[in-house]
């Protein structure tokens, strides 16, 4: 299904419409009765983090190097930037570092750029929400690192960027 809505008119209670991709069209609550309304179809069109689980300075890393860890809870978005709340959702996401890292750019020159990321896989649960986690370790602490990230929500895409330091990880903006 491409973007935009689709509406039907009806004479009877009405119910509400949702669209996965893996499960079809099916009804989730009920409205109450009206002579005319209309009802649209959601489908995945954004992401925003519901919580911070934690956002710390990382343990795991190897001695000399420095870190950031941090966990969230993402929040499926329809088309009007309402919350879908709907459970088994799949997602799954793919990250790229974009181009040249501000490491490499101030000259560090030693591989203190991110190359290696770290991505999952899984589905929602009954509120359209899943949990992530974001990590990293350097040896230079000095710079930031971007990556563009794109999540596959029910085969939808949605693109984010994340900014990583040693002192924290930004995800577009939050």
């Given amino acids: 299904m491409s973007g935009g809505s689709t509406y039907a008119n009806a004479d009877h209670s009405e119910a509400r419409w949702l669209f996965s991709p893996n499960i079809g069209c099916f009804q989730q609550g009920y409205f109450e009765h009206m002579a005319q309304s209309q009802a649209y179809v959601q489908y995945p069109a954004g992401l925003t983090v519901a919580s911070t689980i934690s956002s710390q300075a990382s343990s795991s890393c190897a001695s000399g190097d420095r870190g950031w860890d941090r966990w969230l809870r993402w929040q499926v978005l329809n088309q009007v930037g309402g919350p879908i709340s709907l ?15 501000a490491c490499n750019l101030q000259g560090n020159g030693n591989g203190c750029w991110l190359t290696t990321f770290f991505t999952g896989n899984g589905y929602t649960n009954s509120q359209g929400q899943f949990r992530d986690h974001y990590y990293f370790c350097s ?36």
Wanted: hydrophobic share 25%; aromatic share 12%.
């Fill in 87 to 101: 459970a088994n959702m799949s997602f799954y996401d793919t990250i790229s570092a974009q181009g040249a890292s």
């Fill in 139 to 174: 040896s230079c602490c000095n710079c930031t690192t971007s990556a563009d990230q794109w999540y596959y929500v029910d085969s939808v895409p949605i693109e984010k960027t994340i900014s990583y330091t040693c002192s924290g990880i930004t995800i577009s903006g939050q």
